[in-house]
């Protein structure tokens, strides 16, 4: 018996990376339903043609397109809310406090932050509909590490994944306000090993070295995996996450538990 036997879940940003892989974990757990969405309809109509799942267009920060999804798949159990945008997708720029432009701040924030918003609504009204279990279901908010701590160069998206932080935790206390055993929390990665980072290190002989500078100030000295992600994404939408609800799990190697290195004399 899988964990996730007999659920039908959502998958926001599925098409690839980190979403791809939490689409193949909820298959193997025996989910009945796994719904992969992607503005990308090319990489993801090939990408559910692989696991076996099914494919819906959805652009996260669209209303129309979540009613569209609504319609489609008016009842769930799982929504795993990770379509996301850095702001950096068509190459460098500036997007520190500074120097950010306002149409910048509000690319990345129609994405990650309305994205977040619209997700949640739409999961909270798809599971109270299971009226027969009391109003259940779980979901799963991608956050980021950046979402915890400042970062200079790419204030805009470390803004939106604060509020995805901050709404997490509304949503959880709604929901259990309503008597619904819905549950909602949130997951911070830091560097997990997907294709953003390949303009960076490149298939050269240096490759090795390069990961090693980007993780050197990992306590762990590694990057994490799209899979480590996914397993901890079959936890919070499992029964084993049954009494956690606005919680946020980080998954960065120790990056935020403070320095690894022993006192000097």
Not at 51 to 69: I, Q, T
Not at 169 to 174: C, E, G, P, T, W
Request: aromatic letters at 6%; proline letters at 3%; charged letters at 20%.
């Amino acid at each position: 018996m899988g964990k996730l036997n007999d659920m039908v879940c959502v998958v926001t940003g599925g098409a690839r990376g980190i979403g791809k892989a939490v689409c193949r974990a909820f298959l193997a757990e025996g989910a009945k339903v796994v719904v992969l969405t992607d503005i990308d309809e090319d990489e993801g109509r090939k990408a559910a043609d692989e696991l076996g799942c099914s494919f819906h267009r959805l652009d996260v920060a669209s209303e129309g397109e979540w009613d569209a999804l609504a319609a489609a798949f008016p009842v769930i159990d799982v929504l795993v809310n990770n379509a996301g945008i850095t702001g950096f997708e068509d190459g460098p720029a500036q997007h520190d406090p500074e120097n950010a432009s306002l149409a910048e701040w509000h690319r990345v924030h129609a994405v990650n932050t309305d994205g977040c918003f619209l997700g949640c609504r739409y999961a909270l009204r798809a599971m109270k509909a299971q009226a027969s279990s009391g109003g259940t279901g779980s979901i799963i908010n991608m956050s980021s590490r950046s979402g915890l701590v400042g970062i200079p160069g790419a204030a805009a998206y470390a803004a939106s994944k604060a509020a995805m932080r901050n709404h997490t935790k509304s949503v959880a206390l709604y929901a259990a306000q309503q008597g619904w055993a819905i549950r909602c929390n949130s997951i911070h990665p830091a560097a997990i090993l997907t294709d953003i980072w390949e303009p960076m290190l490149g298939d050269g002989p240096d490759r090795d070295a390069k990961m090693a500078a980007l993780v050197a100030d990992t306590p762990l000295k590694r990057f994490g995996t799209v899979e480590e992600v996914a397993a901890t994404c079959v936890f919070l939408a499992s029964a084993d996450s049954a009494y956690m609800t606005g919680a946020e799990l980080t998954l960065d190697g120790g990056l935020l538990a403070g320095s690894a290195a022993s006192p000097g004399s």
